[in-house]
């Protein structure tokens, strides 16, 4: 695995198609049903029942557009262990990162999303250690509590090459 050192942190783009996970698709297509009359849906639209598979992949975010504030409400299960961190109730900027771009590139991946009104699409590839690197996709949609002002958003995330036992016997819990 040379050179993977040197790799950036993702980016998020607009363009769906970087994604080839079944469940972010699912979840965009449930998302596009839910917009109506060119609104967004809210939080409230959302209903926990239709999504039993995915949410232990499910992230729900707050969101301040302006100055950007991120705050982490809601981390699935499967997020936080593959992770080997919780961030539930934590905003963006007091997170730390295992490469310095990381939160550059979530920021711009958010910022995205509040200019687009659109949702967002990123292939990561985390170097949980020296020896294990691993892939995953994520998506952020944007909720809107009137439709337009977009004050959530819903994040999905699929691991594409992960064993979680593997990542729970040698990734050491993370500091928040």
């Not at 699409?121 to 977009?150: H, N, Q």
């Amino acid at each position: 695995m040379s050179g993977s050192r040197s790799r950036s942190p993702h980016s998020y783009v607009s363009d769906a198609a970087v994604c080839s996970s079944g469940r972010i698709a699912g979840f965009h297509r449930y998302w596009q049903a839910l917009c109506r009359d060119g609104l967004l849906p809210s939080r409230t639209a959302i209903e926990p029942d239709d999504l039993k598979p995915l949410l232990p992949n499910i992230l729900i975010m707050d969101v301040e557009p302006a100055p950007l504030r991120v705050r982490y409400r809601l981390v699935g299960t499967a997020i936080a262990e593959t992770s080997r961190r919780d961030i539930t109730g934590r905003y963006l900027e007091e997170l730390r990162f295992d490469h310095p771009r990381e939160r550059a590139a979530l920021e711009a991946g958010y910022r995205l999303m509040l200019e687009s009104r659109a949702p967002v699409f990123g292939r990561v590839l985390w170097r949980a250690l020296s020896d294990l690197e691993l892939t995953y996709e994520s998506a952020i949609f944007p909720l809107a509590g009137d439709g337009r002002s977009i004050d959530k958003a819903i994040g999905v995330e699929d691991y594409l090459d992960v064993d979680p036992r593997e990542v729970l016997e040698r990734v050491p819990t993370r500091p928040v």
